[in-house]
């Protein structure tokens, strides 16, 4: 069965940079979800997509934005990158008003 | 503020032995209970799910306990096997949908 899809699976990035995470749904699902997830620590809310419009919004600094394109893929845009935002980034999407949500394998993105 | 509270924070089961894992929450308004399974450096999955219309569901070795009253509910694997050492989260979700979680219990299971 076809899983979300997360890009890449790894990144470094230098302080101040910037990166882009993408994430590709598993399909006929049309709601994303952004986590961060630091060391040791239970994944953390950051933004959520439905029908391409935001639908909710958690801990998510200024410096990151993300949306939703017509093909349900997401992205999710970092700036000004901190040492603080190295973390594993995880997207998960669930099927239209479903409770359930599938997590993709992440993103480890290191700040240096 | 935890708005989802997990214990205990680390567990140590022998193998075939049971594995308890309890979660409590004050919101209730949450309507969806799942339990995630994390490996390291992958991403959470889910392993089985309850509604709060619900006491106990049973999947195969899991087991969610649901109290409703006390705003409490619980994840029992039994006969526990080393491959289960894991993380493992509970979550709520409520009208937005998105994921309330624990803060993650480390299970190890010794063979």
């Known amino acids: 069965a076809a899983g979300v899809i997360q890009s890449p699976r790894h990144l470094i990035k230098e302080k101040r940079e910037t990166a882009t995470l993408k994430c590709y749904p598993i399909?006929?699902?049309?709601?994303v979800y952004w986590y961060q997830q630091g060391p040791g620590q239970d994944p953390q809310f950051l933004i959520s997509?439905?029908?391409?419009?935001?639908?909710d919004k958690g801990s998510i600094p200024d410096r990151f934005s993300a949306q939703q394109f017509s093909d349900y893929h997401s992205e999710l845009n970092m700036s000004s990158l901190e040492l603080g935002d190295s973390a594993l980034y995880f997207c998960?999407?669930?099927?239209?008003?479903?409770?359930?949500?599938?997590f993709g394998p992440g993103t480890r993105l290191t700040v240096l | 503020q935890q708005q989802v509270k997990q214990s205990p924070q680390s567990l140590i089961v022998q193998k075939g032995g049971i594995s308890i894992i309890n979660c409590a929450y004050e919101n209730t308004a949450f309507d969806y209970f799942p339990w995630y399974q994390q490996f390291p450096g992958k991403g959470p999955a889910l392993l089985i799910a309850i509604r709060p219309d619900v006491s106990e569901k049973k999947e195969g070795r899991f087991t969610i306990s649901f109290n409703k009253s006390a705003k409490q509910f619980s994840l029992h694997i039994m006969d526990s096997q080393p491959g289960d050492s894991a993380t493992y989260f509970c979550a709520a979700i409520s009208g937005t949908y998105k994921y309330i979680f624990g803060t993650g219990t480390r299970l190890k299971v010794l063979a």
């Open positions: 997509f439905y029908e391409k419009m935001q639908s």
């Open positions: 998960a999407s669930s099927r239209p008003r479903g409770y359930e949500q599938f």
């Open positions: 399909p006929r699902h049309d709601t």
